[in-house]
């Protein structure tokens, strides 16, 4: 390895930094939009102006907010910030605004078309951040052992546990989303045991769970029926099964995702050449994904197997609309062009006596058919198959790479997006209280979605003129900061 290294964010040239002076992702690991606690040493970066800390009046714990002193967007973290992260993960908040109100259509030559882009990998690539903050969390390139990873592990319990809350609370506005702040939680604390693995193999877990989440998914249902073992929908002790198996983010293969930005925390993100190469392999990801889908889906002889639409077609109906998973409960969302079909009902068990209204109780579920397995083969948005997963996981690494490739020649260029990803907590309860607010819903129209996505960046990028660190991403700091703090 070449004794110098060029530092994220600046492109200049300085000593190999120990493992523990790694340039960080964010200044606060709270919420989807974590921030790291800080190099343990001495910052990797050169200094551009005064390093941005909180003012010396306000301890780590105060529930006085840092001030913001130095170079802009730096938070607490300084200038080894990963800018690009933060980037990314604002320009997935600003997608998840698009599919919650746009409105959307198939191809690549219209604005509605490049906007169906944001269904399902806005939040694909909001999960692999979610790993990728995690890895922060707990040291890294250099994982915490001993009495600081069980620090780590209490504090991130803690933080799981104000999601939940911060998650039921939102569910209160009634909107029309499908909240992903619970299924946030559980990812986390889920991934706790995990977080001492190196890359390859926390890469290895990403691509197993791709792999056999999906069956998983679709065949333990009604394995559990055959058993004669089923869940009230209507009881709180069943969420469990919901945040791994029945839920809108299925944690079975969703787990793929935490896997992957965790496994990409432990890599080396000062070299120019690493980051082109997980842009590349972003790309392969991409193309295996959706091309392995379509050519899939037309050699099996899938019924609507999936298609390349480039050029968006006249009449919308030509997209094909159908129902989006992704969206409200109980089939009430307008559907969106591409989004996959609900997986077909199961034929009931004529052994099982009938099911009603199938209200509390659920579904019954029967032997699995052909036609349940076939819809394994699809890579449309929220169908939890591998191919999804292959295909959104490399869009999402092909979009990280690529941010944080910008950011090494300009902080500034991606200052809006990276002032939303900043504060992405904050930014996410927010456009919630405003689809509250205004009555917005799916399909309420683009220039909706356009004022929602100003308005965040604006007030993100005001609040940090000001303040190193979001308002909800302070409170839930400070909180997990005391909880785990030896009297």
Not at 144 to 160: F, M, N, P, Q, T
Not at 300 to 310: C, I, Q, S
Not at 333 to 352: C, I, M, R, T, W
Request: proline letters at 10%; hydrophobic letters at 45%; one cysteine or more.
């Amino acid at each position: 390895m070449s004794p110098d290294r060029t530092v994220l964010g600046t492109g200049a040239a300085v000593p190999s930094p120990s493992p523990s002076t790694t340039p960080t992702a964010g200044a606060s690991s709270d919420g989807p939009g974590p921030d790291s606690p800080g190099p343990s040493g001495p910052s990797c970066a050169p200094r551009i102006g005064a390093p941005r800390a909180p003012s010396p009046s306000s301890s780590r714990s105060s529930w006085a907010l840092p001030r913001a002193t130095g170079p802009y967007l730096t938070g607490t973290a300084g200038p080894a910030r990963l800018t690009g992260i933060d980037a990314a993960r604002g320009l997935a908040l600003l997608g998840m605004v698009v599919a919650h109100i746009g409105v959307t259509s198939c191809g690549l030559t219209t604005p509605e078309g490049l906007l169906s882009l944001a269904h399902g990998r806005s939040s694909v690539l909001f999960a692999v951040i979610a790993g990728f903050s995690l890895g922060i969390m707990t040291g890294r390139t250099t994982p915490h052992g001993g009495a600081r990873l069980v620090s780590d592990r209490l504090r991130i319990l803690v933080r799981c546990a104000l999601l939940l809350v911060l998650g039921a609370m939102c569910t209160l506005l009634n909107t029309s989303v499908a909240i992903i702040l619970g299924f946030y939680a559980a990812w986390l604390a889920l991934a706790l045991p995990f977080v001492r693995l190196r890359a390859p193999v926390l890469l290895a877990l990403a691509a197993a769970t791709a792999l056999i989440g999906p069956v998983l998914i679709i065949s333990l249902p009604p394995a559990l029926a055959g058993l004669g073992l089923s869940s009230s929908a209507d009881d709180g002790n069943s969420a469990v099964l919901s945040f791994f198996i029945h839920g809108t983010y299925p944690g079975l293969l969703w787990m793929a995702y935490i896997f992957l930005g965790l496994g990409l925390s432990r890599l080396d993100w000062a070299r120019s050449a690493h980051l082109w190469r997980l842009a590349g392999a972003g790309a392969l990801c991409a193309i295996l994904g959706y091309g392995g889908a379509i050519a899939a889906g037309h050699a099996l002889g899938v019924p609507e197997p999936d298609r390349l639409v480039v050029v968006t077609p006249a009449d919308p109906l030509q997209c094909a609309p159908q129902t989006d998973p992704s969206g409200p409960p109980s089939g009430s969302v307008p559907a969106y062009p591409g989004s996959p079909a609900p997986l077909p009902p199961l034929e009931p068990d004529p052994a099982l006596p009938p099911s009603g209204d199938q209200g509390a109780a659920g579904p019954e579920y029967g032997p699995l058919s052909s036609s349940h397995w076939s819809a394994l083969i699809t890579a449309k948005p929220h169908a939890s198959t591998t191919f999804e997963a292959v295909g959104s996981s490399g869009a999402a690494m092909l979009v990280i790479a690529l941010a944080q490739l910008i950011a090494t020649r300009s902080r500034l260029v991606l200052a809006p997006l990276a002032a939303v990803g900043s504060m992405s907590l904050t930014a996410y309860c927010a456009h919630l209280v405003i689809i509250h607010a205004a009555a917005l819903a799916p399909g309420s129209g683009n220039e909706a979605a356009l004022w929602v996505c100003l308005a965040l960046v604006l007030a993100a990028a005001t609040w940090f003129k000001a303040f190193a660190r979001g308002p909800l991403e302070h409170v839930v700091h400070v909180i997990s900061l005391r909880a785990t703090q030896a009297d």
